[in-house]
Nanobody, 121 residues
Framework: QVLLVESGGGLVQAGGSLRLSCAASGFDFPMYYMGWFRQPPGKQRELVARISSGGTTEYADSVKGRFTISRDNAKNTVYLQMNSLKPEDTAVYYC???????????????WGQGTQVTVSS
């Protein structure tokens, strides 16, 4: 059974930092591209960063130079280091394969519970 557990979110002032973690299980983690996505209040979910199985990274323009995605294939974990946070980074953050293509028991694409990041001005 696929399981993605995000953690590390919280409330931080603008300019601060947070490190998100995502523990994955139930699939062959090292073989998949992984991504961090976010869903701001009232908006659609968007891709923030992605990382290949070999460690090649890509970022959304809005976070380039501030966020760093990394992974530990031995621990089945993907990370997102977020620096110089801005109020517009406020969102629920999710990890998933990229593209998201693992199905949960409901028959729908699986998403974890996410972790809330709130950046105050």
């Amino acid at each position: 059974q696929v399981l993605l557990v995000e953690s590390g979110g919280g409330l931080v002032q603008a300019g601060g930092s947070l490190r998100l973690s995502c523990a994955a299980s139930g699939f062959d983690f090292p073989m998949y591209y992984m991504g961090w996505f976010r869903q701001p209040p009232g908006k659609q979910r968007e891709l923030v960063a992605r990382i290949s199985s070999g460690g090649t990274t890509e970022y959304a323009d809005s976070v380039k130079g501030r966020f760093t995605i990394s992974r530990d294939n031995a621990k089945n974990t993907v990370y997102l280091q977020m620096n110089s946070l801005k109020p517009e980074d406020t969102a629920v953050y999710y990890c998933n394969t990229y593209p998201a293509r693992l199905y949960g028991p409901t028959g729908l694409i699986y998403w974890g519970q996410g972790t809330q990041v709130t950046v105050s001005s």
